[in-house]
């Protein structure tokens, strides 16, 4: 199979491409980037007016699968991300049962292969079902193919067996994903402690949750020489803790998610558990400094925490339904509305955030257009307006707080493996 992509803006930050150029892909393989390629292929797409880039990495997701298929499948989790110019992500390990060992990576990189249009990867878990008692077999799941280690959706408390994980995760070479959350200082809380949500009878979650956790983080990465990778950061205080990790030459990267950057806690509705994530939705100034850092490269990475849920747990009261929001098939257009036409990142920094680092923090050799380089691409239309409706949705999941917004940028085509997995009617 040959592709011919015509007269797209090719965004490439292994290359620093940014302009106009054809792409030539035969197989697999991205064979030929030119101004004009006039070799004929079986397919030609039109990429005018189009940003052209490497296939996002997503670092985070939760495809539940196994054990709470009825929410998500990495069938149709891994279709959900093709609709999102996916075509690489990272599933995390608070499945059921939980992913510790080997036979579970083993499980679920056999069923994407089997049944996933795109790349599919399994985190492991720090601790043995997740429970923060002993550590799980980590040099066996790294030997499996998982490229990460985390405890996301809790952290690990006990500081002595955190340091020791990361202790072997340098020793394997994959980076600690950490889910930053002192459990004790939650207290109940379940949306950003601030005077809009007492107002509505919600307990609070404070920054200091979130931020506690990542300075203890940061200084056991420093210790042990661990790659820490910050998921989800939320709080101006957790950009202020990665910048000045960075400048101690920390090998700290983070991470922050639309939501995050998007809405502030005076959007939540208390009727609406749509609104309900972890961490929460924080305040102006918060969701500012992360616009900031995302901004001036000290948050690496852009990545969804995709948490689907059914229809029958998030019409539950706020305080009784789960955390969590669907996000692949918001991503791009979130993030061309709130930070690329309102001038905090440029074109090349979304390339950058949403492919090129996230496949440098793994170690994979993707996130580039370069020739010779696996065909993994996503053509992205910029300028096109839409309404976003949850109903059109690939995941199973329909939690989300975006339906009906109006955003522009469109996913058009998804590349994978030189495959179109993925075409916008």
């Known amino acids: 199979m040959s592709i011919l992509i015509k007269n797209g803006r090719v965004i490439d930050p292994d290359t620093r491409k940014d302009g106009r150029y054809d792409i030539l892909i ?111 077999d980590i040099e066996s799941m790294v030997a499996e193919g998982a490229p990460a280690i985390s405890e996301d959706g809790k952290s690990v408390m006990d500081s002595l067996l955190c340091k020791e994980a990361m202790k072997i995760a340098a020793e394997c070479g994959v980076p600690v994903m950490a889910h930053c959350e002192d459990i004790d200082l939650v207290d109940g809380g379940v949306a950003n402690d601030d005077e809009s949500i007492r107002k509505q009878g919600l307990r609070g979650i404070s920054n200091a949750v979130e931020d506690i956790i990542a300075v203890r983080d940061v200084m056991l990465a420093g210790e042990t020489g661990a790659h820490l990778h910050l998921c989800h950061c939320s709080t101006y205080g957790s950009v202020e ?11 700290v990267t983070a991470e922050v998610c639309p939501h995050h950057f998007t809405l502030t806690s005076k959007d939540v509705d208390a009727s609406d558990a749509n609104y309900k994530m972890n961490p929460p939705l924080r305040t102006k100034k918060d969701v500012e400094a992360l616009k900031r850092g995302l901004r001036d490269d000290i948050m690496d990475v852009i990545a969804t925490d995709h948490a689907p849920h059914s ?115």
Do not use: W
Not at 68 to 75: D, H, I, P
Not at 97 to 122: E, F, S
Not at 402 to 417: L, N, S
């Open 241 to 251: 803790i990665v910048k000045q990790a960075k400048k101690q030459d920390i090998h």
């Open 26 to 136: 035969e197989e697999d393989k991205i064979v030929k980037v030119d101004q004009e390629i006039k070799e004929e292929a079986e397919e030609v797409i039109d990429a005018e007016g189009c940003y052209v880039m490497p296939g996002l990495i997503d670092l985070h997701v939760h495809l539940r699968d196994p054990g709470q298929t009825y929410k998500e499948t990495v069938e149709t989790g891994a279709a959900a991300a093709a609709h999102g110019g996916f075509t690489t992500v990272l599933a995390m390990p608070n499945t059921r049962p939980v992913t510790d060992d080997r036979l579970n990576i083993r499980y679920v990189h056999n069923k994407a292969k089997a049944m996933a249009p795109i790349h599919v990867l399994q985190a492991g878990a720090i601790t043995k079902g997740q429970k923060g008692k002993e550590l799980a």
């Open 311 to 425: 229809e029958e747990e998030k019409r539950r009261s706020f305080t009784a339904a789960p955390f969590g929001i669907v996000g692949l098939e918001t991503a791009v257009p979130l993030t061309i509305s709130e930070l690329v036409e309102k001038e905090y990142l440029t074109p090349m920094q979304m390339a950058e955030k949403m492919s090129y680092n996230p496949a440098k923090i793994l170690g994979l050799d993707k996130g580039s257009l370069a020739e010779g380089k696996i065909a993994d691409v996503v053509i992205i239309d910029p300028n096109e307006e839409y309404v976003i409706d949850k109903n059109t949705f690939a995941s199973k999941g329909r939690n989300t707080p975006f339906h009906g917004r109006t955003v522009r940028g469109k996913v058009k085509v998804t590349i994978c493996d030189g495959k179109v997995v993925y075409k916008d009617k």
